[in-house]
T-cell receptor, first 115, second 112 residues
């Protein structure tokens, strides 16, 4: 079936450096993508989303890039802080109907911020 | 609170017993989702509700799993005759239409 995967299962970065987390998706019909952050013992938390008619979207310290040609999604975190340490999931969505979604989540990348 | 809540936060049960997990979405969430997350793994889709109906039950792993939603709000996920492989964190999420999903904190189920 369709799947979402991640190139790097673990990523360690120095505090203050920029982090890049990558994700490959396989369904060219996916039209909506979300990055989630999950801290230990908590549910996933929305970070940023992007629709397929865009190739870049910026938030506060985070940027998501979408390359539909190679079906690649990335999350960039600027000036990584200790509080950014978590598991990051990308998810692709096939629009199910007007009220629901068909999200497929990747296995996640663990980001560790080193002091 | 204003977020999605789930109860209990932790549940330890013996193999063969039934368990019921509860999800309270944010008021007005039209869609509600249940996922399962095993240790160190991603999210496995279980079931999706639109209002009180479940148009997609394809993710339920076996007929021991069932879910219902009443009043377009609270949902319960029931696992009958629990097995050790059912041990996982069960996450609930709600959304307004085609927008982001808001997740609850999850219920950690341990089957001994």
């Amino acid at each position: 079936g369709e799947s979402v995967g991640l190139h790097l299962p673990t990523l360690s970065v120095q505090e203050g450096d920029n982090s890049i987390i990558n994700c490959a998706y396989s369904n060219s019909a996916s039209d909506y993508f979300i990055w989630y952050k999950q801290e230990s013992g908590k549910g996933p938390q929305f970070i940023i989303d992007i629709r397929s008619n865009m190739d870049k979207r910026q938030g506060q310290r985070v940027t998501v890039l979408l390359n539909k040609t190679v079906k690649h999604l990335s999350l960039q975190i600027a000036a990584t802080q200790p509080g950014d340490s978590a598991v990051y999931f990308c998810a692709e969505n096939l629009l199910r109907d007007n009220y629901g979604q068909n999200f497929v989540f990747g296995p996640g990348t663990r980001l560790s911020v080193l002091p | 609170g204003a977020g999605v809540s789930q109860s209990p936060s932790n549940k330890v049960t013996e193999k063969g017993k039934d368990v019921e997990l509860r999800c309270d979405p944010i008021s007005g969430h039209t869609a509600l989702y249940w996922y399962r997350q095993s240790l160190g793994q991603g999210l496995e889709f279980l079931i999706y509700f639109q209002g009180n109906s479940a148009p997609d039950k394809s993710g339920l792993p076996s007929d021991r799993f069932s879910a219902e939603r009443t009043g377009g709000s609270v949902s319960t996920l029931t696992i009958q005759r629990t097995q050790q492989e059912d041990s996982a964190v069960y996450l609930c999420a709600g959304s307004w239409g085609n927008n982001e999903q808001f997740f609850g904190p999850g219920t950690r189920l341990t089957v001994l």
